[in-house]
């Protein structure tokens, strides 16, 4: 590994970046309980092997977990350090986000769209799908056919948006406030959005298509 990759790996950039991933964390939720082979986090989590085995090998990486063989298989643990306080402190993160999340639903009647409806929607070329979240992010994976403005450029680039199609905001997972929030700018706009319920890293976990930088 190079410095660079172990000077990213070991700074708050490259945790957030491991940790921002929704079939990451819900790999570690499952770990914090005991030893696991992969076969066993597939069941558990319902990703494929593939991810599965991607994604643990990112998080032993960053330190988060450590491997063990046990015969043929390969065992997954808890990485040493204030791991099951990280996440317990993630989780009340993620209950505040939740909470605006509904707070934010009730007061502008922000609905979702579903994967399945937007994949068909897709199809049929009907929808704009919009990608709220910082350019570095789109840039990495996204959308087929996603048009990037991130929520702060929102206001000024408006015109980059159809008038007459309806919108499908996202930004990371669904407690990301920012497809929430671009959809109730939008509306005050007179444009007609929702937010995928689901968001980027839940739709890649799907195995859904993505386009990804070469």
Not at 153 to 165: F, I, K, V, Y
Not at 194 to 208: E, F, I, T, V
Request: proline content about 4%; some cysteine; charged content about 20%.
């Amino acid at each position: 590994m190079k410095n660079a990759d172990i000077e990213f790996l070991t700074g708050s950039a490259g945790f957030a970046h491991i940790l921002g991933s929704a079939p990451r964390l819900r790999l570690l939720e499952q770990i914090v309980h005991g030893e696991y082979a992969v076969e066993q986090l597939v069941e558990l989590t319902g990703l494929s092997v593939a991810n599965t085995s991607q994604h643990l090998q990112q998080l032993r990486r960053a330190g988060f977990v450590q491997a063990r063989r046990d015969g043929k298989r390969v065992l997954y643990r808890l990485g040493s350090g204030p791991i099951v306080q990280l996440l317990a402190a993630l989780d009340v993160y993620a209950q505040h986000q939740r909470s605006e999340l509904q707070a934010l639903g009730r007061g502008d009647h922000v609905e979702a769209i579903t994967g399945d409806e937007l994949q068909e929607r897709m199809r049929e070329a009907s929808i704009t799908v919009l990608d709220v979240r910082p350019a570095q992010e789109f840039a990495a994976g996204h959308l087929p056919g996603a048009i990037n403005i991130p929520f702060d450029d929102l206001q000024r680039r408006l015109e980059e948006l159809p008038a007459n199609a309806e919108i499908a905001a996202y930004c990371r997972g669904p407690y990301c406030v920012l497809s929430v929030q671009a959809v109730a700018a939008l509306r005050q706009h007179g444009l007609q959005a929702r937010r995928l319920g689901s968001g980027y890293d839940d739709w890649q976990a799907a195995g859904l298509p993505v386009v990804k930088a070469a």
